[in-house]
């Protein structure tokens, strides 16, 4: 007997429903990443520290077809990120425009009901990316869709349904849920939607992934949803707003929130976006460069952050010639990926590793002399329990530090050298011990010749 139409469209229906089941492998075998006991850095589950090294790319599913993804995701690996942050349901006419295979991420603009072509894609770029050891900070939603008003389209029970099939389909990939999509929560319905999608990814992939949120900038999570019990790390979002805006005041301000957990700048300044998008960037002093990048993250690293994101305003987009640019995007994505604040992301990941990020503890209190504010603001912290302090100087300015307020037996400095962040090397000057009051003067001056100081107790 010959099958009906109406059989062999059920059967499609029941195969797409099979493969919509089936998680996407992380291919690269990984540990999960957890919270460390100390409640201040991420780690793996074998214990090996994680330092959270994102860029910002949002539009990355929707809009890059497999072989620009793959370009973009080799270069990211191969420049030391170690976290790529990008979103299922895009800012950008994300519910509306097909992506570069000609398909919506939703049917009927609902999330109860996911395009299977569509999320096979997603498949494929979150496997290429665990593939190169990079963790993807996966959104499920841009904040527009959830919050209340015209363009929402989750209901708490939608917006469960969706999480739980996010939550299988990815439970075995290497990736971290990261909630909210530049939104703050303002009302009750708001937050019980969120709390919702947060079960169904609980639920979904049994607990296995963190869970953080990203609010609209300037904005905490720990201000929005610190008594959520599936919130994993707090995230801040320090934007955009102004140059020389210290991040480590959020980082700061987060660590000493109860409950205790590790803290994020998920969007910081990003590269070649409008300063508080003046003018939309047209007049090229009105924009951010790396200079401006390098500060953020050195200011908010050694506030005591469990890593840090960058962000170029032409790559977040995707943007290209063809496509109306947002916030004043000028050059094309695949031209941005060589703008210098990218590499120099990778030399303050390096830095970090090599001298124990996660032993990590503030020291503001070692600096006798120098800048305490401003855009030449001096931050120091140490690391391996006092044996290595690192100094950040935004602008090459002098300081003295008193290193009799180390541990004792911590105050004797074996290796002295400077770290250019910049270009990722480093300079040794001085052998021999140091103790007591020390004054240092960088190599160089000015906007732009930024240094760090690493003293090394250890022979």
Known sequence: MRPTLTGFIAALTLAAAIISATPVSAQKSQEAIRISKDMRHLERADGRPFFYMADTAWALFHRLDREQADRYLRDRAEKGFSVIQAVALSELNGLVEPNAYGDLPLADLNPSKPNEAYFAHVDHVVRRANELGLVVGFLPSWGRYWRDGETQIFDTKNAETYGRFLGQRYRDADVIWILGGDSNIRSKNE????????????????????????????????????????????????????????????????????????????????????????????????????????????????????????????????????????????????????????????????????????????????????????????????????????????????????????????????????????????????????????????????????WVLVLNGQK
């Not at 102004?242 to 700061?252: C, K, P, Q, S």
């Not at 003046?278 to 690293?301: E, I, K, S």
């Not at 000028?330 to 996660?358: K, T």
Request: no cysteine.
């Open 191 to 450: 937050r019980a939607i969120i709390d919702a999608l947060a079960n169904g990814l609980r639920s979904g992939d049994g607990g296995k992934h963190l869970i953080t949120f990203h609010p609209r900038g300037p904005g905490m999570s720990s201000v929005q949803v610190s008594d959520a019990p599936w919130l994993d790390f707090y995230m801040n979002q320090s934007s955009h707003a102004a140059a020389d805006l210290d991040t480590g005041l959020y980082v700061e301000h987060d660590r000493a929130v109860q409950p205790k957990r590790p803290v994020i700048d998920g969007e910081p300044r990003y590269e070649g976006i409008a300063v508080g998008f003046y003018n939309q960037g047209h007049d090229p002093r009105l924009r951010f460069d790396d200079d401006d990048v390098r500060q953020a993250a050195w200011w908010a690293v050694l506030a005591g952050a469990a890593g840090h994101s960058y962000g170029n305003n032409n790559i977040w987009q995707m943007w290209q010639p063809g496509r109306d640019p947002a916030i004043g995007a000028n050059r094309p994505w695949y031209v941005a990926l060589d703008d210098p604040g990218a590499r120099q992301m990778g030399y303050l990941r390096r830095l970090m590793e090599e001298n124990h990020f996660e032993t990590m503890e503030p020291r503001q209190d070692l600096i006798k002399d120098g800048p305490r504010d401003g855009p030449a603001k001096i931050r120091a912290a140490t690391t391996n329990g006092g044996s290595t302090i690192l100094v950040y100087t935004p602008r090459g300015e002098p300081f003295t530090l008193d290193l009799g307020a180390l541990t004792p037996g911590k105050d004797n400095m074996h290796s002295q050298a400077w770290f250019d962040p910049r270009y990722g090397v480093s300079y040794a000057f001085r052998t021999e011990q140091s103790q007591g009051i020390q004054s240092f003067v960088p190599p160089s001056r000015g906007r732009g010749k930024d």
